[in-house]
């Protein structure tokens, strides 16, 4: 059942005088200061931010096969809290999404949660292992219709597979979103290459295992006239070779993560594995270099990389530990710390890193819309003033992996619709 919503005294993209958005059937029926709301529920929205939901195309679900760590369930609740209207559910399962049974059963228990649109990403080679591809075209048939396809937490990184999943990709009107890290470049790697592994004694993970991965791909990509997405961009030299390939034509993509935003390598001095991730975090100037591209529009969006780990696989010595980190509750707020109280990206800016973009990337076509009426009412309603602490055990994530525990952040998401349904309303899920 649909309901009657008055959103009151909203202001879309933050800008101009606040009005009135008036929730119908599922759509925005009507957006003005002097809309008829009889029979409505009425919301008092004064002075929040509104923008179209928010498109993840990176989050690991973990369902099927770790659900100590994540379920479909908890990492939907996880993104409407987020301001999450849809999310692309990686890959890297046990077992693997690499055929249709899999994909199928993640899109259909993510509609029987029906928090966020749940689309499963099918791996591009058999069980993630590089070897040969998995049956894409099959996956894009099945109920789950999927577009977008990465073998992500492991490179493709054999050229010629690369190749032809770049071909069959765009048969199948998909992308491939690549893990760039060139693995005989990283062999025992644990800590961004540079003198602070050098002085933590960690074996270094260069800038170029992932530059080298991207400028191939670009070349790939160029020479396919397919489509490539980068994941996870984390230094500043693959900006610099995604700049020359956008400028030359190249039809290539590209994601940062609020963690590659805000954090850099110095975390690591603790050692706490709750900063190992995979790309590592980076030198403070990768970090920068990452605000200005994403700025700039070389990187296009901001994806979480949402990765929640058991406390077993988290809690123990550097080495050993999982990479990842929880990013869907904190996206939001990290983007403000980085990029709109530093005034790189206005609200219209966010719409675009956090929306408009990944939906266009993804090729969802009822996501990431204007904020107009005859528009499917899938929105975010952020409070652009308050701060909050964030306490991983108040996370709806089963784990509690954040590296932000104990830090206080701008903007808070209060309000988050899907199709007209309040899918997270002040801390809570559902209506
Ligand atoms: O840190 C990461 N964790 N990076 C990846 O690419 C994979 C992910 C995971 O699955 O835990």
Same mark, same amino acid.
Request: aromatic letters at 2%; hydrophobic letters at 40%; one cysteine or more.
């Given at each position: 059942m649909t309901m009657t919503i008055l959103l009151r005294g909203i202001r879309p993209y933050g800008a101009g005088e606040p009005v009135d958005l008036l929730v119908r059937d599922g759509l925005i029926a009507a957006l003005g200061s002097?809309?008829?709301?009889?029979?409505?529920?009425? /919301?008092?929205?004064?002075?929040?931010?509104?923008?179209? +939901?928010?498109?993840?195309?990176h989050t690991h679900l973990r369902e099927p096969g770790r659900e100590d760590a994540e379920t479909i369930a908890t990492g939907s609740a996880a993104a409407a809290l987020g301001g999450y209207t849809a999310v692309f559910a990686m890959a890297n399962t046990d077992p693997v999404a690499d055929n249709a049974v899999v994909v199928e059963h993640v899109w259909r228990r993510g509609r029987e949660v029906g928090l966020v649109d749940v689309h499963p990403v099918g791996a591009v080679t058999v069980g993630l292992r590089g070897e040969r591809l998995a049956e894409l075209g099959s996956m894009a048939r099945s109920a789950a219709a999927v577009r977008m396809f990465s073998d992500d937490g492991h490179c493709v990184a054999d050229p010629l597979l690369m190749r032809r999943a770049l071909e069959y990709s765009t048969a199948l009107g998909a992308v491939i979103a690549?893990?760039?890290?060139?693995p005989r470049?990283?062999?025992g790697a644990q800590a961004h290459d540079g003198e602070l592994a050098a002085r933590l004694g960690l074996t270094g993970w260069p800038a170029v295992a992932e530059e080298a991965i991207v400028a191939r791909d670009c070349l790939l990509a160029r020479y396919t006239a397919a489509r490539l997405h980068v994941c996870h961009v984390s230094t500043a030299g693959t900006a610099? &070779?995604?700049?020359?390939?956008?400028?030359s034509g190249v039809s290539v993509s590209a994601e940062v993560t609020p963690h590659h935003l805000l954090l850099d390598e110095e975390r690591l001095t603790t050692f706490d594995p709750?900063?190992?991730?995979?790309?590592?975090?980076?030198a403070l100037s990768d970090t920068k270099a990452l605000r200005a591209a994403l700025a700039e529009g070389v990187?296009?969006?901001?994806? #979480?990389?949402h990765a929640p780990h058991a406390p077993q696989d988290k809690d123990c010595e550097w080495a050993a530990a999982r990479p990842g980190m929880l990013g869907l509750q904190t996206a939001l707020s990290v983007v403000v710390a980085t990029m709109v109280r530093p005034g790189l990206l206005d609200w219209?800016?966010?719409?675009?890193?956090?929306?408009?973009?990944?939906?266009? /990337?993804? +090729?969802?076509?009822?996501q990431g819309r204007p904020l107009e009426p005859g528009e499917p009412a899938t929105l975010t309603l952020v409070d652009p003033d308050a701060t909050w602490t964030v306490r991983g055990a108040a996370?709806?994530? &089963?784990?509690?992996?954040?590296?932000?525990?104990?830090?206080?952040?701008?903007?808070?998401?209060? #309000?988050?619709?899907?199709?007209?349904? &309040? #899918?997270?309303?002040?801390?809570?899920? +559902?209506?």
């Open positions: 002097d809309v008829d709301a009889d029979g409505a529920e009425v /919301i008092d929205a004064g002075g929040l931010v509104a923008l179209p +939901g928010f498109v993840d195309l690549q893990h760039a890290e060139e470049l990283t062999e610099e &070779i995604l700049r020359w390939a956008k400028a709750v900063n190992k991730v995979n790309p590592p975090l980076r990187i296009d969006c901001v994806a #979480t990389d219209r800016g966010v719409a675009r890193v956090l929306s408009e973009r990944p939906a266009e /990337i993804a +090729g969802l076509p009822d996370l709806a994530s &089963i784990a509690g992996n954040t590296p932000y525990e104990g830090m206080t952040l701008p903007g808070r998401v209060v #309000t988050t619709l899907l199709r007209g349904r &309040i #899918t997270a309303h002040d801390g809570k899920v +559902g209506e």
